[in-house]
């Protein structure tokens, strides 16, 4: 599956962004998706996961403490896409943000692991 991921930009603190990632080469709703980001000098984090219809967990999602109850994951099967509404930006939200994809559970929401990696959208907050 190939990823293609946009709506990064530069904002103030307490701005909100969008960001979406539109998946194309395979059934989409077989796929896990998650959100990582990448801030200088720092290893790749998880961000917020959305489970895939396989299974009894469709849309089941799950955040990183540090944007919990500031971010919203969400999918649209239909078109294909993956969507991270990031609310109430602080400037440590800078960072490149991936979307990543897997069949496997584990790979997206507990190890970091997707199989199939976006290229990447900047995000950056000023304070």
């Known amino acids: 599956v190939q990823l293609q991921a946009s709506g990064g930009g530069l904002v103030q603190a307490g701005d909100s962004l969008r960001l979406s990632c539109a998946a194309s080469g395979r059934t989409f709703s077989n796929y896990h998706m998650g959100w990582f980001r990448q801030a200088p000098g720092r290893e790749r984090e998880f961000v917020a996961a959305i489970a895939s219809r396989i299974g009894m967990r469709y849309n089941m999602t799950y955040y990183a403490q540090s944007v919990r109850g500031r971010f919203i994951i969400t999918r649209e099967d239909a078109k294909n896409t993956v969507y991270l509404q990031m609310n109430s930006l602080k400037p440590d939200d800078t960072a490149i943000y991936y979307c990543?994809?897997?069949?496997?559970?584990?790979?997206?929401?507990?190890?970091?692991?997707?199989?199939?990696w976006g290229q990447g959208t900047q995000v950056t907050v000023s304070s």
């Open positions: 990543g994809a897997s069949e496997i559970h584990s790979r997206i929401f507990y190890n970091g692991r997707p199989h199939y």
